[in-house]
Nanobody
Framework: QVQLVESGGGMVQAGGSLRLSCAAS????????MGWFRQAPGQERRFVAT????????IYADSVKGRFTISRDNAKNTVYLQMNSLKPEDTAVYYC???????????????WGQGTQVTVSS
């Protein structure tokens, strides 16, 4: 099975930047489409970004488009989420996920990381 471990979360002031990393093991990383989701307290888990197996295609949620960039390095079995111009409303637990379908729905992703907390202060 695929194991996913996120890192890079933390606390940052509004307008700052963070880069999240998700390291995969136990499976063929390049076989999976990768996604990032986030969940704030009391809210549903929401789509953030996804990337194709080769890294040639991406989709972003409207709320992060132009500020966040998803990328992947298949040689390192790692997917990244570069987050710029962070806003307090970006505060959430961020989850890395792996799936076999092109989807922005969390229920189409089979494997999930444990999550990493991102807190943006105002």
């Amino acid at each position: 099975q695929v194991q996913l471990v996120e890192s890079g979360g933390g606390m940052v002031q509004a307008g700052g930047s963070l880069r999240l990393s998700c390291a995969a093991s136990g499976g063929a990383f390049s076989d999976y489409r990768m996604g990032w989701f986030r969940q704030a307290p009391g809210q549903e888990r929401r789509f953030v970004a996804t990337i194709t197996r080769s890294g040639g295609g991406t989709i972003y949620a409207d709320s992060v488009k132009g500020r966040f960039t998803i990328s992947r390095d298949n040689a390192k079995n790692t997917v990244y989420l570069q987050m710029n111009s962070l806003k307090p409303e970006d505060t959430a637990v961020y989850y890395c996920a792996a799936g076999l379908a092109w989807s922005i729905s969390s229920n189409d992703y089979r494997y999930w990381g444990q999550g990493t907390q991102v807190t943006v202060s105002s």
